[in-house]
Protein backbone atom coordinates (compact mmCIF):
# COMPACT_ATOMS: atom_id res chain seq x y z
CA UNK A 1 0.00 0.00 0.00
CA UNK A 2 1.86 3.28 -0.95
CA UNK A 3 -0.40 5.13 1.83
CA UNK A 4 0.45 4.88 5.56
CA UNK A 5 -2.19 4.30 7.78
CA UNK A 6 -2.50 7.74 9.14
CA UNK A 7 -3.76 8.98 5.65
CA UNK A 8 -5.36 5.80 4.64
CA UNK A 9 -7.72 6.62 7.67
CA UNK A 10 -7.91 10.11 7.42
CA UNK A 11 -10.64 12.25 5.73
CA UNK A 12 -7.56 13.51 3.14
CA UNK A 13 -8.51 13.83 -0.44
CA UNK A 14 -6.03 11.56 -2.53
CA UNK A 15 -5.10 11.27 -6.38
CA UNK A 16 -3.77 8.49 -8.15
CA UNK A 17 -2.47 8.97 -11.27
CA UNK A 18 -1.53 6.03 -13.96
CA UNK A 19 -1.78 4.71 -17.45
CA UNK A 20 -4.43 2.67 -18.15
CA UNK A 21 -4.96 -0.83 -16.24
CA UNK A 22 -2.29 0.36 -13.73
CA UNK A 23 -4.55 -0.48 -10.73
CA UNK A 24 -5.86 3.30 -10.28
CA UNK A 25 -9.27 1.87 -9.54
CA UNK A 26 -7.97 -1.59 -7.34
CA UNK A 27 -6.55 0.29 -5.17
CA UNK A 28 -8.81 3.32 -4.82
CA UNK A 29 -11.31 0.23 -3.58
CA UNK A 30 -8.13 -1.18 -1.29
CA UNK A 31 -8.22 2.38 0.47
CA UNK A 32 -11.76 2.39 0.75
CA UNK A 33 -11.82 -0.91 2.44
CA UNK A 34 -8.96 -0.06 4.67
CA UNK A 35 -10.85 3.06 5.96
CA UNK A 36 -12.54 3.26 8.95
CA UNK A 37 -15.22 4.68 6.48
CA UNK A 38 -18.82 3.26 7.14
CA UNK A 39 -20.86 4.50 4.35
CA UNK A 40 -20.67 3.18 0.39
CA UNK A 41 -17.62 3.16 -2.14
CA UNK A 42 -19.06 4.91 -5.09
CA UNK A 43 -17.45 4.62 -7.95
CA UNK A 44 -17.86 7.53 -11.04
CA UNK A 45 -16.24 7.64 -14.11
CA UNK A 46 -16.66 11.22 -15.63
CA UNK A 47 -15.74 10.04 -19.55
CA UNK A 48 -18.89 7.75 -19.70
CA UNK A 49 -21.07 11.21 -19.32
CA UNK A 50 -21.79 13.85 -21.98
CA UNK A 51 -20.77 17.51 -20.06
CA UNK A 52 -24.84 17.91 -19.41
CA UNK A 53 -25.05 15.32 -17.79
CA UNK A 54 -22.16 14.96 -15.70
CA UNK A 55 -23.68 17.84 -13.25
CA UNK A 56 -26.42 16.09 -12.39
CA UNK A 57 -24.87 12.57 -12.33
CA UNK A 58 -22.96 14.25 -8.95
CA UNK A 59 -25.26 16.45 -7.81
CA UNK A 60 -28.29 14.67 -8.65
CA UNK A 61 -32.06 16.86 -9.81
CA UNK A 62 -35.19 17.54 -9.03
CA UNK A 63 -37.79 15.90 -11.06
CA UNK A 64 -38.77 18.42 -13.89
CA UNK A 65 -35.16 20.26 -13.56
CA UNK A 66 -34.67 19.06 -17.14
CA UNK A 67 -36.32 17.55 -20.13
CA UNK A 68 -36.29 14.05 -19.29
CA UNK A 69 -35.78 14.40 -15.14
CA UNK A 70 -38.56 12.37 -15.11
CA UNK A 71 -38.21 11.43 -10.68
CA UNK A 72 -35.77 13.04 -8.13
CA UNK A 73 -31.88 12.07 -8.49
CA UNK A 74 -29.99 11.63 -5.36
CA UNK A 75 -26.43 12.18 -7.24
CA UNK A 76 -23.11 10.49 -6.53
CA UNK A 77 -22.27 12.91 -3.83
CA UNK A 78 -25.18 12.26 -1.20
CA UNK A 79 -25.18 8.79 -2.34
CA UNK A 80 -21.55 8.29 -1.07
CA UNK A 81 -22.55 9.85 2.64
CA UNK A 82 -19.66 8.87 5.09
CA UNK A 83 -18.07 6.88 2.28
CA UNK A 84 -15.76 7.17 -0.34
CA UNK A 85 -16.53 9.20 -3.70
CA UNK A 86 -13.86 7.73 -6.51
CA UNK A 87 -14.06 9.88 -9.20
CA UNK A 88 -12.01 8.23 -12.06
CA UNK A 89 -11.24 10.04 -15.17
CA UNK A 90 -11.11 13.49 -13.47
CA UNK A 91 -9.36 14.98 -16.38
CA UNK A 92 -12.92 14.71 -17.87
CA UNK A 93 -14.76 17.00 -15.77
CA UNK A 94 -15.86 20.61 -17.04
CA UNK A 95 -13.95 23.52 -15.26
CA UNK A 96 -17.81 24.68 -14.21
CA UNK A 97 -18.47 21.50 -12.70
CA UNK A 98 -15.01 21.84 -11.27
CA UNK A 99 -16.44 25.62 -9.83
CA UNK A 100 -19.11 23.37 -8.49
CA UNK A 101 -17.02 21.03 -6.61
CA UNK A 102 -15.04 22.58 -5.60
CA UNK A 103 -17.70 24.62 -3.19
CA UNK A 104 -19.47 21.23 -2.14
CA UNK A 105 -16.04 20.48 -1.07
CA UNK A 106 -15.51 23.49 1.25
CA UNK A 107 -19.21 23.76 3.03
CA UNK A 108 -20.25 19.81 2.16
CA UNK A 109 -23.27 21.20 1.59
CA UNK A 110 -25.25 19.44 -1.88
CA UNK A 111 -28.11 21.67 -3.60
CA UNK A 112 -29.20 19.50 -6.61
CA UNK A 113 -30.15 20.67 -10.05
CA UNK A 114 -33.17 22.69 -10.24
CA UNK A 115 -33.78 22.38 -6.07
CA UNK A 116 -34.11 24.46 -3.82
CA UNK A 117 -32.94 22.85 -0.86
CA UNK A 118 -29.25 22.07 0.06
CA UNK A 119 -28.23 18.78 1.55
CA UNK A 120 -25.26 17.69 3.59
CA UNK A 121 -22.61 15.25 2.87
CA UNK A 122 -19.53 14.16 4.00
CA UNK A 123 -17.19 12.28 1.34
CA UNK A 124 -13.79 11.17 1.43
CA UNK A 125 -12.45 11.89 -1.94
CA UNK A 126 -10.40 9.92 -4.49
CA UNK A 127 -9.38 10.84 -7.70
CA UNK A 128 -7.95 9.43 -11.10
CA UNK A 129 -6.71 9.73 -14.15
CA UNK A 130 -4.24 9.09 -16.94
CA UNK A 131 -3.49 12.02 -17.64
CA UNK A 132 -0.58 14.95 -16.39
CA UNK A 133 -3.02 16.92 -14.30
CA UNK A 134 -0.65 19.48 -14.07
CA UNK A 135 -0.16 20.02 -17.54
CA UNK A 136 -4.28 20.64 -17.78
CA UNK A 137 -3.45 23.49 -15.32
CA UNK A 138 -1.09 24.92 -17.34
CA UNK A 139 -3.35 24.36 -20.78
CA UNK A 140 -6.22 25.92 -18.65
CA UNK A 141 -8.22 23.55 -18.86
CA UNK A 142 -8.49 22.46 -14.70
CA UNK A 143 -8.18 25.17 -12.18
CA UNK A 144 -5.13 25.36 -10.22
CA UNK A 145 -6.84 25.57 -7.16
CA UNK A 146 -9.32 22.72 -8.10
CA UNK A 147 -6.10 20.73 -8.65
CA UNK A 148 -4.68 21.23 -4.93
CA UNK A 149 -8.18 20.91 -3.44
CA UNK A 150 -8.22 17.14 -4.77
CA UNK A 151 -4.51 16.31 -4.56
CA UNK A 152 -3.91 18.06 -1.23
CA UNK A 153 -0.31 16.82 -1.70
CA UNK A 154 -1.44 13.16 -1.75
CA UNK A 155 -0.38 11.99 -4.98
CA UNK A 156 0.58 8.78 -6.06
CA UNK A 157 1.88 7.74 -9.55
CA UNK A 158 1.16 4.02 -10.27
CA UNK A 159 4.20 3.42 -12.70
CA UNK A 160 3.54 1.35 -15.86
CA UNK A 161 4.07 -2.35 -16.02
CA UNK A 162 7.09 -2.50 -18.32
CA UNK A 163 8.79 -0.29 -16.15
CA UNK A 164 7.98 -2.14 -13.06
CA UNK A 165 9.60 -5.83 -13.97
CA UNK A 166 9.43 -7.23 -10.71
CA UNK A 167 5.61 -6.87 -10.55
CA UNK A 168 5.60 -8.79 -13.57
CA UNK A 169 6.34 -11.30 -11.57
CA UNK A 170 4.22 -10.69 -8.49
CA UNK A 171 1.08 -10.62 -10.87
CA UNK A 172 2.35 -14.06 -12.35
CA UNK A 173 2.66 -15.53 -9.38
CA UNK A 174 -0.64 -14.21 -7.41
CA UNK A 175 -2.53 -15.44 -10.82
CA UNK A 176 -0.98 -18.77 -10.09
CA UNK A 177 -1.43 -19.12 -6.48
CA UNK A 178 -5.49 -18.34 -7.02
CA UNK A 179 -5.58 -20.33 -9.79
CA UNK A 180 -4.24 -23.20 -8.51
CA UNK A 181 -1.54 -23.33 -11.26
CA UNK A 182 2.26 -22.97 -12.00
CA UNK A 183 4.00 -20.38 -14.25
CA UNK A 184 6.62 -21.41 -15.65
CA UNK A 185 9.63 -18.56 -14.69
CA UNK A 186 11.08 -18.79 -18.39
CA UNK A 187 7.84 -17.50 -19.06
CA UNK A 188 7.90 -14.98 -16.62
CA UNK A 189 10.81 -13.98 -17.69
CA UNK A 190 9.66 -13.53 -21.48
CA UNK A 191 6.50 -11.55 -20.25
CA UNK A 192 9.35 -9.22 -17.94
CA UNK A 193 10.43 -8.12 -21.57
CA UNK A 194 6.97 -7.38 -22.73
CA UNK A 195 5.57 -3.45 -23.36
CA UNK A 196 1.75 -4.54 -21.99
CA UNK A 197 0.16 -1.29 -23.05
CA UNK A 198 -2.84 -2.66 -20.85
CA UNK A 199 -0.49 -2.92 -17.74
CA UNK A 200 -2.19 -4.98 -15.45
CA UNK A 201 -5.33 -5.69 -16.81
CA UNK A 202 -3.70 -7.58 -20.26
CA UNK A 203 -1.05 -9.41 -18.22
CA UNK A 204 -4.40 -10.70 -16.32
CA UNK A 205 -6.56 -11.13 -19.12
CA UNK A 206 -3.53 -12.46 -21.23
CA UNK A 207 -2.74 -15.28 -18.34
CA UNK A 208 -6.63 -15.78 -18.28
CA UNK A 209 -6.68 -17.03 -21.99
CA UNK A 210 -3.72 -19.14 -21.77
CA UNK A 211 -5.16 -20.61 -18.39
CA UNK A 212 -8.46 -21.97 -20.68
CA UNK A 213 -6.46 -22.85 -23.76
CA UNK A 214 -3.80 -24.87 -21.36
CA UNK A 215 -4.48 -28.87 -21.03
CA UNK A 216 -2.69 -29.48 -18.09
CA UNK A 217 -1.34 -27.18 -14.86
CA UNK A 218 1.73 -25.38 -15.60
CA UNK A 219 1.60 -22.09 -18.27
CA UNK A 220 4.61 -22.76 -20.72
CA UNK A 221 5.66 -20.14 -23.76
CA UNK A 222 3.39 -21.15 -26.85
CA UNK A 223 1.78 -18.93 -29.68
CA UNK A 224 -0.35 -16.92 -27.75
CA UNK A 225 2.47 -15.50 -26.15
CA UNK A 226 3.89 -14.89 -29.25
CA UNK A 227 1.10 -12.50 -30.43
CA UNK A 228 2.76 -10.23 -27.29
CA UNK A 229 5.83 -10.52 -29.81
CA UNK A 230 3.61 -8.81 -32.26
CA UNK A 231 2.24 -6.34 -30.01
CA UNK A 232 6.31 -5.16 -29.21
CA UNK A 233 6.82 -5.23 -32.55
CA UNK A 234 4.08 -3.19 -33.84
CA UNK A 235 5.46 -0.48 -31.40
CA UNK A 236 9.07 -0.49 -32.32
CA UNK A 237 7.65 -0.01 -35.75
CA UNK A 238 5.76 3.24 -34.95
CA UNK A 239 9.04 4.13 -32.37
CA UNK A 240 10.64 5.41 -35.39
CA UNK A 241 8.46 8.41 -36.14
CA UNK A 242 6.89 9.24 -32.57
CA UNK A 243 8.48 11.01 -29.45
CA UNK A 244 6.26 9.74 -26.43
CA UNK A 245 5.08 6.83 -24.63
CA UNK A 246 2.24 7.92 -24.43
CA UNK A 247 1.72 8.92 -28.37
CA UNK A 248 3.27 4.77 -28.87
CA UNK A 249 0.20 3.63 -26.55
CA UNK A 250 -2.33 6.42 -28.64
CA UNK A 251 -1.14 5.31 -32.00
CA UNK A 252 -1.62 1.80 -30.91
CA UNK A 253 -4.90 2.19 -29.94
CA UNK A 254 -5.63 3.72 -33.03
CA UNK A 255 -4.77 1.08 -34.94
CA UNK A 256 -6.39 -1.43 -33.44
CA UNK A 257 -9.69 0.26 -32.98
CA UNK A 258 -9.66 0.61 -37.34
CA UNK A 259 -8.44 -2.98 -37.33
CA UNK A 260 -11.35 -4.18 -35.76
CA UNK A 261 -13.94 -2.09 -37.71
CA UNK A 262 -13.93 1.34 -35.47
CA UNK A 263 -15.77 -1.03 -33.18
CA UNK A 264 -15.04 0.94 -29.50
CA UNK A 265 -16.50 -2.16 -27.39
CA UNK A 266 -14.42 -4.60 -29.63
CA UNK A 267 -11.43 -2.59 -29.74
CA UNK A 268 -11.50 -2.04 -25.89
CA UNK A 269 -11.78 -5.57 -25.34
CA UNK A 270 -8.71 -6.31 -28.01
CA UNK A 271 -6.43 -4.20 -25.61
CA UNK A 272 -7.64 -5.21 -22.60
CA UNK A 273 -9.03 -1.55 -21.72
CA UNK A 274 -12.70 0.01 -20.96
CA UNK A 275 -14.32 1.42 -23.94
CA UNK A 276 -14.63 5.02 -22.30
CA UNK A 277 -10.78 4.82 -21.49
CA UNK A 278 -10.35 3.88 -25.24
CA UNK A 279 -12.61 6.50 -26.36
CA UNK A 280 -10.74 9.33 -24.04
CA UNK A 281 -7.69 8.21 -26.36
CA UNK A 282 -9.33 8.44 -29.78
CA UNK A 283 -10.60 12.09 -28.03
CA UNK A 284 -7.29 13.07 -27.78
CA UNK A 285 -6.62 12.15 -31.57
CA UNK A 286 -9.38 14.27 -32.77
N1 LIG B 1 -2.06 -4.91 -7.26
C1 LIG B 1 -2.86 -5.70 -7.99
N2 LIG B 1 -2.91 -7.03 -7.78
C2 LIG B 1 -3.71 -7.83 -8.51
N3 LIG B 1 -4.53 -7.39 -9.49
C3 LIG B 1 -4.53 -6.08 -9.74
C4 LIG B 1 -3.69 -5.17 -9.02
N4 LIG B 1 -3.88 -3.92 -9.50
C5 LIG B 1 -4.80 -4.06 -10.48
N5 LIG B 1 -5.19 -5.34 -10.62
C6 LIG B 1 -6.16 -5.85 -11.59
O1 LIG B 1 -5.80 -5.32 -12.86
C7 LIG B 1 -6.95 -4.89 -13.58
C8 LIG B 1 -6.82 -3.41 -13.91
O2 LIG B 1 -6.83 -2.66 -12.71
P1 LIG B 1 -7.68 -1.30 -12.59
O3 LIG B 1 -9.03 -1.47 -13.19
O4 LIG B 1 -7.62 -0.91 -11.15
O5 LIG B 1 -6.79 -0.33 -13.48
P2 LIG B 1 -7.01 1.25 -13.76
O6 LIG B 1 -5.69 1.91 -13.55
O7 LIG B 1 -8.14 1.72 -12.93
O8 LIG B 1 -7.38 1.26 -15.30
P3 LIG B 1 -8.28 2.35 -16.13
O9 LIG B 1 -7.46 3.60 -16.21
O10 LIG B 1 -8.46 1.72 -17.48
O11 LIG B 1 -9.56 2.52 -15.40
C9 LIG B 1 -8.15 -5.23 -12.70
O12 LIG B 1 -8.68 -6.48 -13.12
C10 LIG B 1 -7.56 -5.33 -11.32
O13 LIG B 1 -8.32 -6.21 -10.52
MG1 LIG C 1 -10.03 2.42 -13.44
Redesign the pocket.
Known sequence: MPFNKNIIESNVSLLLE?E???????LAKKIHENSNLLGPFIHVNLSSFSLSLIESELFGHSKGAFTGAVTDKIGALREANRGTLFL?EIDSLPIEVQTKLLLFLDSGLVRPVGAMKEYESQVRLIC?S?QNLKKLVEQGKMRKDFFFRISSGFQYS?APLRKEKEKIAQ?CM?FAQDNNIQVESKLIHYYQNCEWPGN??QL?GHLRKKTISTKGRVLYFDEIDQSLGHDIAVSNEILGGVKTLKEVQTQYCLRVFHECGEKVSEGARILG??PA?LRSYLRQIN
Do not use: C, H, M, Q
Open positions: GTGTGKSFDAGLVSIRIITT
